[in-house]
């Protein structure tokens, strides 16, 4: 097939940006319907189950395909493992159906996860870190839109008209091109070069899941109200959606520089929310932290090829489990600025030992 053509280039970008959008309703799933399992289910909900089993399964699916060197067909197939794991959950007698879907679901998310951002990268080598940028926007968009369509529909029919819009897709991941320039057997990775992006990514996403986790509880020792907490948490969750689509703009022609620049300036909003009036500052640090994951990817992928992308994703889920279950050992909720603060500061050093490029180095 050729991927160069207009059309083949606008179908398979596209499926990358919903992909990623599916990828943002299903981390946003659990915490969206809990309270419509639990009226359902009732004590038989099990949630810990579901998460355990989805890790394990999403682990799987991302270390089996960064090793493929092919996309056809195992890109549609992700969006069908979806399709079908959502609906086997719409009809299931009892919770334990859902956890067993996790599984299929699971497997399905880590290569969907994985391809929609690698072809997207390789469909836009000039434009690589703006159009990364915006498609990881559809994952704060999927991840905003799932306790929508909690509150429009019952979790049975909500479950079904996601599983409808994964069978859809299937037409535009079809035939997705092999992954360029990749000989599993034969590539290994520069772990010279590689080295700084992964730390900076472990670190990112450590800091952007222990305030997604512990803000609301360390604005509430602040004496924010719970509706401001909520209320925050979703700004925060759209500041980094929002920063995506607009910063990562800025930040495409001189990368490492101006990340470094947001990094600093986040560091100061984090600083200022030690003041119980300046609380309000966590999503405005999240829009300064947007454009990180794209852009790194980006550069991991220009620099090292595909061969570390797998190794990215290795430590973003690490990031996000090692750094909110550390700051859980704070006893007193008021500390836990400490731990945002020390996050942000080792983020900024990180930053210093990514190599110095711009957009026209890794295009």
């Known amino acids: 097939m050729n991927q160069s053509t207009p059309t083949n280039q606008s179908r398979l970008t596209a499926a990358g940006f919903l992909g990623l959008y599916l990828h943002g309703i299903v981390v946003a799933m659990p915490g969206a319907f809990l309270q419509q399992w639990t009226d359902t289910f009732g004590a038989g909900v099990n949630i810990g189950l579901f998460y355990t089993l989805f890790l394990i399964s999403s682990l799987g699916g991302l270390i089996w395909v960064s090793r493929q060197k092919y996309r ?11 399709g079908i794991a959502f609906i086997a959950a719409a009809c299931a007698p009892q919770f334990a159906w859902i956890g067993g879907a996790a599984l299929l679901l699971g497997w399905g998310d880590g290569i969907l996860n994985f391809h929609c951002n690698n072809l997207v990268g390789e469909l ?14 559809t994952f704060g968009v999927g991840a905003l839109s799932a306790p929508l ?3 429009a529909l019952p979790w049975r029919w909500a479950f079904g008209f996601v599983a409808m819009g994964a069978m859809l897709a299937i037409g535009l991941a ?8 990749f000989q599993p057997r034969h590539d290994r990775v520069q772990w010279n070069i590689a080295w700084p992006f992964l730390l900076v990514i472990l670190l990112y996403v450590g800091l952007e899941s222990s305030i997604g986790t512990w803000s ?11 509706g401001w907490q909520n209320a925050l948490l979703s700004a925060y969750w759209g500041g980094l959606t929002l920063g995506r689509l607009t910063l990562g703009v800025w ?3 001189r990368p490492v520089q101006r990340l470094q620049m947001l990094f600093l300036v986040g560091v100061g909003a984090i600083a200022l929310t030690f003041f119980p009036s300046f609380g309000f500052l966590f999503p405005v640090a999240a829009i300064l932290y947007g ?3 794209a852009t790194i990817f980006a550069l991991l992928q220009g620099r090292c090829g595909h061969v570390a992308l797998g190794y990215m994703f290795y430590a973003a889920y ?6 909110p279950t550390v700051l859980d050992q704070i006893p007193d909720p008021i500390n836990l600025r400490f731990g945002f603060l020390s996050l942000a500061l080792l983020l900024v050093l990180s930053s210093q030992f990514l190599p110095s490029t711009s957009a026209k180095d890794h295009g």
Request: hydrophobic residues 45%.
């Open 72 to 82: 056809h067909p195992v890109f549609a197939f992700a969006f069908a493992a979806i």
């Open 124 to 137: 836009h080598p000039r434009r690589k870190i703006t159009i990364l940028n915006w498609a990881n926007a």
């Open 149 to 151: 369509i909690n509150a």
């Open 174 to 181: 079809w035939q997705a091109p092999p992954v360029q320039n």
């Open 216 to 226: 609301g509880s360390y604005l509430s020792s602040l004496g924010w109200s719970k």
């Open 251 to 253: 930040v495409g022609p």
């Open 291 to 293: 454009p990180t994951f």
């Open 318 to 323: 690490l990031g996000k489990t090692l750094f």
